[in-house]
């Protein structure tokens, strides 16, 4: 391998190599006329006071898997975020931490990923910084990322009411399966990809309901279960779930079965969940099925006075709650 096929530290000195690397990679692909200033910050013309603002980091292991890449994860995880406040994703800075000896064919890989779904979701990417760390200071490369959107649909939990419909945007578990084979080495043959991918392609469709949708969320790390518990945490109302309306790959299944965990537990990036008026959840399921990313998506459950917390009616008629984790199951995983 050649010295001038991985990263130096030089290249986040702020000399010829980090002019050369912006120049070769990154504004290869991230074309916004904004970022292509390579300013500290970006000048943006916002349109409304009624903001969504996100950050986040991505740390994940390992950092290309089936269906997906650290990149895409990136921006892909950050649209979701502002998407999950009602928020029409406008605007997004990428910055990179990588490790000294980091391959440069990797992080271009990693880097038109991230522009190809920053295009997907019609975001732009107009900020960012590049930092180089000595090799074992870091692992590989670390992203970190900011968000801004245009709030247009106002939700909240304290909006929703007993007697709404929960909705899932399809099946859950796929991403965190699909790491875990990746990860461990676990052989598993099955067609286990991961889901990531931006919802806004979905949430931006719901606008004519924005009266009737009351709260959205993604189910990343701790699943589905994990984030319905936040959401009832603190409220007077609880959630049951029917399991036998969950959708779940029998991939997934047949993986969560052998590992011996709950797929309602595993991360998601490709997924929401919906809390809607029940007079209006059929028609609210039919547009976020009628989008490719929501094909299989259904009604789960509904918003209950009594039991509180979050509670599973099983396929044979029982009924046991679920709770929170102590414990993140996989670690590393956005």
Known sequence: MKNSDVIKLAHGSGGLLTNRLMRDVVLKYFKDKTVKRLEDSAQLNIESRDIAFTTDSYVIDPIFFPGGDIGKLAICGTVNDLAMQGAIPKHISFSLIIEEGFLLKDLERIIKSASQAAMRAKVRVVCGDTKVVEKSKADKIFITTSGIG???????KEKIRIGDKILVSG???DHGIAVMNQRLNLGLRANLKSDVAPLNLITNRLLPFKSSIHCMRDPTRGGVASVLNETVDGTRYGIMLREGEIPIKREVIGATDILGIDPLYVANEGKFIAFVAHNVAEKVLKKIKSHPL??????IGEVVKEPRGVWLKTKIGGVHPL???EAEGLPRIC
């Open 150 to 156: 245009i709030i247009k649909i106002k939700l909240g």
């Open 171 to 173: 099946t859950i578990g």
């Open 323 to 325: 709770l929170l984790l």
């Open 294 to 299: 929501g094909k299989d998506a259904a009604i």
